[in-house]
């Protein structure tokens, strides 16, 4: 049974009609072809479906849509239009965190995260703020780098 579900996803309001126990990470991949949020363990684990839902970080694999009745969404092609993603788009280049790049929608979206909360985060900070996210590529160190450089250099971005 579909039921109407008013939402707005990267800033667009719209009413679907979908399966309230249809999966948000489901719906952004199959029905709005947004690709950049990824599936890895789907259980919630592994943090690569990684979104914002009302202001939060989530896993959108967990997330029902029967639960996001007036929600906001904001996915990673939303954010990649900011300023701030362009500041930590140049650091995880410079700091070769991009690697299979798989993860790196959510590493982001995590980054993003701290940094609204704490703009110039030690890498101990960074490493927790992480630790949601699984990179298969085993490369924190270079990701922790490319996140505290944002830091550095980007602080104005995120006060």
């Not at 979206?109 to 703009?119: F, N, P, Q, S, V």
Request: negative net charge; proline residues 3%.
């Amino acid at each position: 049974m579909k039921l109407p579900i008013q939402i707005s996803i990267n800033q667009q309001q719209m009413t679907l009609h979908v399966d309230p126990l249809k999966r948000l990470i489901d719906v952004l991949r199959e029905e709005l072809a947004l690709m950049g949020t990824k599936e890895g363990c789907g259980e919630g684990e592994c943090g690569a479906c990684s979104v914002f839902v009302d202001g939060k970080l989530v896993n959108a694999c967990l997330m029902l849509m029967g639960n996001l009745d007036k929600a906001e969404v904001l996915t990673i092609e939303w954010y990649k239009h900011t300023e701030r993603y362009k500041i930590l788009e140049t650091a995880f280049v410079e700091a070769g965190a991009v690697q299979c790049g798989f993860c790196t929608p959510a590493m982001i979206m995590a980054a993003e995260t701290l940094l609204k909360i704490c703009a110039k985060p030690t890498k101990e900070q960074i490493r927790d703020a992480i630790s949601g996210n699984i990179c298969r590529c085993t490369g924190y160190n270079m990701i922790v780098e490319a996140i505290y450089q944002a830091g550095q250099k980007g602080e104005f971005a995120w006060k």
